[in-house]
């Protein structure tokens, strides 16, 4: 099952997105996950499964001004 997530938590995905970026904020929870790159702000939509199979660490909450590297 997925872990617990919240809106504005910070993700490490196994994969970097092709900017070069390595964290991902959720902006929707759901049947599906809405995410945005930290670096470029690119917005994606994916499955519960899709996070779960890609999400390497949950970060925590992100505080605005705040940089995850």
């Known amino acids: 099952m997925l ?3 919240d809106m ?5 995905l196994k994969k970097p997105h092709p900017c070069g970026g390595t964290t ?3 902006t929707r929870l ?4 809405g ?6 702000k690119h917005r994606v939509m994916l ?3 899709e996070v ?7 970060l925590g909450k ?8």
């Open 3 to 5: 872990p617990n997530l």
């Open 8 to 12: 504005d938590d910070i993700l490490r």
């Open 24 to 26: 991902w904020k959720v």
């Open 30 to 33: 759901g049947a599906d996950i």
């Open 35 to 40: 995410l945005e790159c930290m670096t470029c």
């Open 47 to 49: 499955t519960r499964r």
């Open 52 to 58: 779960k199979n890609r999400l390497k660490k949950n």
């Open 62 to 69: 992100g505080a605005d001004g705040q940089i995850f590297s």
